[in-house]
Every structure is written in C-alpha cells, then in structure tokens.
C-alpha cells in the first residue's frame, strides 16, 4: 500500500510505501537515510530509479489505504521533477507498489546469494553468515527477519540441487 502526499517542504517530496522490515533496512543500506530516518531516493541506484519510474501524477488527490509498515522515501527536487513536485499530486498505484516490492525482494535475494556463495567458498557457517549480514545490514535480528535472510539461502540451495539432478539425469540418459 502506498500513501503519498503534495510535497511537505520547498525542498523535498515525501513517497510513503508499505515494505517488510527486512527490506526497508535493505533500502536503507543500498541508499543515503537523512537525520529523521527517511531514505533519500536517489536515481543514481537501481532501486532508486524503479521506484522512480512507478510515481505517476494527478490533479486531484488519490485516495489510497493507508500503509501497514511504512517506510518514507524522501524525493530530492531536480530541475526536471520541479513542476510536478511543486503543483501536481503524486501516487503510486497498487500494482505499481507491488512490482516496486517485487523487484527490492529480488535485488535483496540476489545480493544475499552472492553473499551466500562467498561465504560458503571461505567455509563460513549459515549462522555465521547470517549474523554477519544481518550485522553489515543494519537488520533487526528478529526471528523474522533472520528467516527471511535463511529462506533466500535456502531457495538458492533448492535451484542448485535441480540444476544437479537435471545433469545427472542427462548423463543418465
């Protein structure tokens, strides 16, 4: 879900949308957080440009549910997003938001897979990588949380073992 209002300030725009905690705290290491906590969107990373390329206009404001676990992105005032930030209303629609959250999951699961695999090549622990990860991250290390981080372990374990019985059955064939 997603709430978003007319701009609170001269200088910057305020995008609300709803992630689970894991992700936000993604967010906030992949981008710069200001002194309230908010992420700053920034263009010049992949996440920033996706949740970019979803904020669409209107003259009227948009009514929309308020958001479950909110997290506030601050939107900096370019030359090119001046007029709209200034005089329009922005929103993002639902299925705007959930490709937005499909797409942070999948940027999140392949960073801990590389994580994983390195890992894994020095002979760390799964507990040892989580907990690192969970650390470098500035994850909560709730019981959630570090779930979330093991099932993305545990999904690349379970491609890489049909990707070794599907070679196995091709030389058994």
């Not at 479950?68 to 993002?92: C, D, K, Q």
């Amino acid at each position: 879900m997603l709430y978003l209002g007319k701009n609170i300030a001269m200088y910057q725009a305020k995008l609300i949308i709803s992630l689970p905690l894991h992700l936000a705290d993604f967010c906030r290491h992949e981008m710069k957080e200001d002194a309230a906590g908010n992420i700053i969107l920034q263009r010049s990373k992949d996440i920033g440009k996706h949740i970019y390329s979803h904020i669409l206009t209107s003259d009227m404001p948009v009514k929309q549910l308020p958001p479950e676990n909110p997290v506030t992105f601050i939107i900096p005032i370019t030359g090119a997003n001046r007029y709209a930030l200034g005089s329009r209303f922005l929103y993002i629609s639902r299925w705007g938001e959930e490709k937005i959250c499909d797409y942070i999951e999948s940027e999140f699961n392949h960073r801990m897979r590389i994580l994983f695999e390195a890992g894994y090549r020095k002979r760390y622990t799964q507990k040892q990588i989580i907990e690192a990860i969970l650390q470098a991250y500035n994850i909560r290390n709730t019981a959630v949380n570090y779930e979330a981080v093991k099932k993305s372990d545990y999904r690349n374990a379970k491609k890489i073992r049909k990707i070794v019985m599907d070679d196995l059955e091709c030389a058994v064939l």
